[in-house]
């Protein structure tokens, strides 16, 4: 049921901020609404997610009224801040959204609209299942203000989808693709590499069904295997073989080739859009280290460098919310040096990259051994910024270290 909390400070039971909180302005402020609740669990998932068994007297139909409180807890406590921003971007995630009735996820839209107001141009996203798309639940959601779909393909072959505990019929990828297109919703797809048993022909297979239905943006993702997993332990048994990083690299380049010949072009390490206005607004915000409020159990949220994280369990967080508690579990407010080393680590891996003078003196001095090493784009550096050829891509967490060590 994925990873444990953070460590941090108590959070106070009305949710309050602190009081020398100073809101950055112009800063943009995003939405992110977690829908904890899966089908069933994949082997390699390690999210904050629960089955029907694990709700433990937490109830599905009920959660989007659960939610709507913390979004009227919000309200008072952004407002004694200075800070109700309208939204200018809205995720919701999960888990699998689509698991609830898509009036569910147009009152929690509604809700969200009705506390912050939206930007005129705001991005709405909904993560989905393919199995879970039909043409009346895009055109409900499209009515409601989503305007984009995030669709969980994962891989096109039916044995890696098996590895991955993935349940869904890979037809209904193209359906799903389809009944969006049709609501007029801009459409992202999911894809996952470096599967046990996935070779680099399946993966090219994957990546030109992917491609043939024409998404706006495309999302792969090197696996993961995280403790405490259904994968790992397979992993730890034998069962399975480890993901093999010479293979993931081969994937990666494919995928970079790939998709580049197919005018999709990459603006951050994991990320291809059609064009710099199908970029989800809503991811480079977390990596440009905006603000956001995230609603639902153990959703985190950032405001002007304050991190706080909600209750895990569902049954928890409606019990902290009906008596009318914040669900925040704990929250903390990094250091100087905690937080340029995340800036660090998060606007490297986006195109743009981050300016050479942000970083320390040991950083500046470490770029043109990156540049020469042909991880770091030499015209950019000359310009002042640190952006990431192929191969620093490939080699990020390395060049993070050199640049900040």
């Known amino acids: 049921m994925g990873a444990a909390l953070p460590l941090g400070d108590a959070a106070p039971l009305d949710g309050r901020l602190p009081d020398d909180l100073r809101i950055e302005a112009g800063t943009d402020f995003g939405v992110y609404v977690h829908v904890p609740f899966c089908r069933v669990r994949c082997g390699y998932c390690d999210f ?7 709700l433990q007297g937490a109830r599905q139909d009920q959660y989007a009224d659960t939610v709507q409180r913390e979004i009227d807890l919000s309200v008072p406590v952004l407002a004694a801040a200075g800070d109700l921003r309208p939204a200018s971007t809205i995720f919701f995630g999960g888990g699998t959204p689509t698991l609830l009735p898509p009036g569910d996820l147009a009152r929690m839209l509604a809700g969200v609209r009705n506390a912050f107001g939206k930007t005129p141009d705001v991005e709405v996203t909904v993560e989905a299942n393919p199995d879970t798309v039909t043409p009346e639940v895009a055109d409900t959601l499209a009515a409601a203000g989503v305007t984009r779909m995030s669709i969980g393909m ?21 359906t799903a693709v389809a009944a969006a297109r049709a609501a007029g919703l801009d459409v992202s797809v999911d894809l996952i590499y470096g599967t046990p048993g996935e070779s680099l022909e399946d993966w090219r297979a994957s990546l030109e069904e992917a491609i043939a239905l024409q998404p706006d943006h495309l999302s792969a993702y090197a696996l993961i295997v995280e403790d ?24 990666y380049e494919l995928a970079d080739d790939l998709l580049g010949g197919a005018d999709l072009e990459w603006y951050e390490v994991s990320n291809w859009a059609r064009t710099p206005a199908h970029r989800s607004r809503h991811n480079l915000a977390y990596w440009r280290g905006s603000d956001w409020w995230g609603f639902g159990p153990g959703a985190h949220s950032h405001v002007a460098g304050l991190r706080w994280w909600n209750v895990r369990h569902p049954a928890a967080y409606a019990a902290r919310l009906a008596q009318q508690q914040s669900p925040a579990a704990g929250r903390e407010r990094p ?17 743009e990259g981050i300016p050479v003078s942000d970083l320390l003196a040991e950083g500046r001095r470490a770029v043109a051994g990156l540049v020469a090493d042909g991880l770091v784009e030499g015209k950019a550096a000359i310009r002042g910024r640190v952006v990431l050829t192929r191969r620093g891509r490939l080699l990020a967490d390395a060049v993070v270290r050199a640049l900040t060590e």
């Not at 904050?48 to 694990?54: R, V």
């Not at 891989?155 to 019929?169: E, I, K």
């Not at 997993?229 to 010479?246: N, S, V, W, Y």
């Open 228 to 251: 405490g997993t259904k994968l790992a332990r397979q992993i730890r048994r034998g069962e399975l073989a480890e993901p093999d990083d010479d293979l993931e690299a081969d994937m």
């Open 335 to 351: 250091d100087a040096a905690a937080r340029r080393l995340e800036s660090v680590l998060l606007g490297s891996r986006i195109r």
């Open 154 to 174: 994962q891989s096109a072959q039916p044995h890696v989808l098996a590895a991955l505990d993935r349940t869904h019929d890979p037809a209904n990828v193209r």
């Open 48 to 54: 904050n997610t629960y089955t029907s068994s694990e």
